[in-house]
């Protein structure tokens, strides 16, 4: 027992972690610490989970957007070489701000006591895809605004 939190700050006796991707509960409300399947408690599922999530959204978008580039530079090789540049460039994007989004969520939530539920991570890789999307305008510059 946390004196500070003035509860138990472990995770329930008899929890495991979830198994990936773990979508089956909306665990949202007062009792979603006293849940035992399909919450995270501990950093490294937190992490894993938004790192495994955020490559496969990624992977999607930056997958279309090389298959667009394929499809418009079909006849050359270049067409070959873009899919599979955009293909690795979202594994890397992916990885790398998962990783880090993926950090700063477990630290917020282990400094909370709080557990996560498992569709949150999901939530934050398509928040980041969103991002990445939105700032991909290429119009947008500061002598428009």
């Known amino acids: 027992m946390d004196f500070f939190a003035g509860r138990d700050t472990s995770p329930p006796p008899g929890y495991y972690s979830p198994s990936w991707p773990a979508l089956r509960n909306w665990v949202i409300g007062p009792q979603s ?3 035992l399947t399909d919450v995270l408690w501990y950093k490294g599922d937190i992490v894993a989970f938004v790192v495994i999530w955020s ?3 990624f992977s ?5 957007a090389g298959l667009w580039a394929y499809i418009v530079f079909f006849r050359s090789k270049l067409g070959v070489i873009l899919l599979l540049a955009f ?4 594994l890397f994007a ?6 880090v989004v993926g950090i700063i969520l477990a630290s917020i939530y282990n ?3 709080f557990g996560m539920a498992t569709w949150i991570p999901l ?10 999307l939105i700032s991909s305008d290429a119009d947008l510059s500061l002598t428009t605004l």
């Open 55 to 57: 490559v496969i959204s």
């Open 111 to 113: 400094a909370g006591y």
């Open 87 to 90: 293909c690795a460039a979202g």
């Open 123 to 132: 939530a934050w890789a398509l928040i980041q895809v969103l991002v990445c």
């Open 33 to 35: 610490d006293k849940r």
């Open 94 to 99: 992916g990885a790398s701000s998962g990783a």
């Open 60 to 64: 999607v978008l930056y997958g279309l």
